[in-house]
């Protein structure tokens, strides 16, 4: 009898371990995780990294509507010296469509002037902007109806948060 208690108990502390050992408080890393609004990602003057700000950005309509309007956002120039658009002014989004999860940018031609580093800051800051959107996932790029291709001649395809190494993206 005093076995099979001793027993139970132990199951139970066990089981109680088990419940308290997936509540883990989350520290929040980011000194402006607290604030309210939508995830904006700049650039630094560099463009070496990005650099997130939250911003009150009224986002209104489907979700086509939702993606214009943060690209549009994303293509003004921020109020801060120290911070710069990752989109540069030369270029031109040619045409934005979403299907289901993905995002689909075509962007015009003179994308293929702007630098590998310029590159792949200005497609990680559209990317961490875009999917931050209920239910988008991905952002497909092309330019001027053309896949987007690397630097080995490979089409890039669709690309998601996870597609960008932070040792590679240092980010602020």
Not at 3 to 18: N, S, V
Not at 77 to 82: A, N
Not at 128 to 155: C, H, R, W
């Amino acid at each position: 009898m005093k076995k099979r208690k001793l027993c139970m108990i132990f199951l139970l502390c066990l089981a109680l371990m088990t419940l308290v050992a997936g509540c883990r408080y989350k520290k929040e890393t980011n000194d402006q995780g607290n604030q309210k609004g939508t995830a904006i990602y700049y650039t630094n003057n560099d463009v070496t990294k990005l650099i997130m700000k939250k911003e009150n950005v009224k986002l209104e309509g489907n979700q086509q509507q939702k993606v214009k309007i943060l690209l549009k956002k994303l293509q003004q120039t921020p109020k801060s010296d120290k911070i710069r658009s990752v989109i540069p002014k030369r270029i031109m989004i040619n045409g934005v469509s979403v299907n289901t999860n993905i995002v689909e940018i075509d962007f015009s031609t003179g994308y293929k002037r702007i630098s590998e580093n310029r590159d792949l800051i200005c497609r990680a800051g559209i990317v961490y902007t875009l999917t931050q959107l209920k239910d988008i996932n991905y952002v497909s790029f092309s330019i001027s109806g053309e896949p987007m291709l690397d630097t080995d001649g490979t089409a890039i395809g669709a690309l998601g948060r996870d597609s960008f190494v932070f040792g590679k993206l240092p980010m602020k």
